[in-house]
């Protein structure tokens, strides 16, 4: 049975740029195809990790043409579509679905604190388009909680196949697999993703898998095999990484991370660099111990 193209490990993927800011769609292609090598199962263009809020409108549907044609067959790609509003974002999805991405993944409104009815209305219109969506909690950005009982709404009514949980509570999980049954679950925060696991996730939607994937999937695999041992060691090895999802300067730290792998990591258009001066030794040394610990498939 094929699985759903928003299960699995799926990465929120980081962009390159050249020197002149403009975007390395070359190196990017690359990318996404190393990261199929590597055993994950698709990539999520156009997240806040891809930067997508600093790009052009031109620059962010080749982002999404450009995954599409490097991901290998049974790949997904499933881009975030989120916009200041849903009419945008419904534009957003409808060229996904031209380029044949299977779904896609959304935000609630984010330039309000929207209560319940904005929220349904928002994925409502989005849901227009035809192609199944993600929804994406993220309350600490965008100052809206997709609760469980909401997300039950959403799912009663078809508007979403799925979350990426990003409110970094575990205990979320019983709670919408209770309220929601048949709503997948799918952790969204690297550095609670074995919890989310243990308690029935079938995807995870991370940003480290694009420095260290291999690891990665074998994290996701051993924990959605039981193999608990397996999964406490790594991740207790890869946590001093993976908790830098869940930062503020998490761009920043997932590429230097992909620098110190010998991936296309670089600089970020959209944010300055604002370190405390231990920062990046800390993240340089700890990748590096991470890819000896865990075997070299990770930095080829």
């Not at 989005?126 to 909680?145: F, Q, S, W």
């Not at 940003?207 to 406490?232: F, K, M």
């Not at 991740?235 to 590429?255: C, G, N």
Request: charged share 20%.
């Amino acid at each position: 049975m094929e699985m759903a193209p928003w299960r699995g490990v799926l990465v929120a993927t980081a962009l390159p740029f050249h020197a002149d800011q403009g975007i390395d769609f070359g190196a990017y292609a690359a990318h996404v195809g190393w990261l199929a090598d590597n055993g994950c199962h698709g990539v999520v263009p156009n997240g806040s990790l891809g930067e997508y809020q600093a790009l052009s409108s031109e620059e962010r549907a080749s982002v999404v043409r450009t995954a599409v044609q490097a991901a290998p067959d049974g790949f997904a790609v499933v881009p975030g579509v989120s916009a200041y509003g849903a009419d945008e974002a419904r534009r957003w999805t409808e060229q996904a679905a031209e380029e044949g991405c299977p779904a896609v993944m959304l935000l609630p409104p984010t330039t309000y604190r929207a209560d319940e009815a904005a929220v349904l209305a928002h994925y409502r219109e989005v849901a227009k388009a035809g192609l199944p969506i993600v929804a994406y909690n993220n309350p600490m950005d965008t100052r809206v909680d997709l609760t469980p009982d909401l997300l039950r709404r959403l799912h009663d009514e078809g508007l979403i196949v799925a979350v990426k949980e990003f409110s970094g509570d575990a205990r979320r999980a019983y709670q919408i697999a209770e309220t929601a049954p048949g709503l997948d679950i799918l952790a969204g925060a690297d550095d609670v993703a074995l919890e989310f696991l243990i308690a029935g996730a079938v995807g995870w939607i991370g940003g480290y898998q694009n420095a260290i994937p291999a690891s990665c999937v074998r994290l996701y695999e051993a924990a959605t095999a039981g193999d608990l041992r397996t999964a406490v060691l790594l991740y207790r090895a890869l946590h001093p990484l993976l908790r830098w999802d869940s930062r503020t300067e998490f761009v920043q730290a997932i590429k230097l991370s992909m620098d110190v792998a010998g991936r296309p990591g670089g600089f970020t258009r959209s944010r300055a660099s604002r370190w405390p001066p231990p920062t990046p030794r800390v993240i340089r040394t700890t990748t590096e111990r991470v890819a000896r610990g865990q075997g070299t498939a990770d930095a080829q």
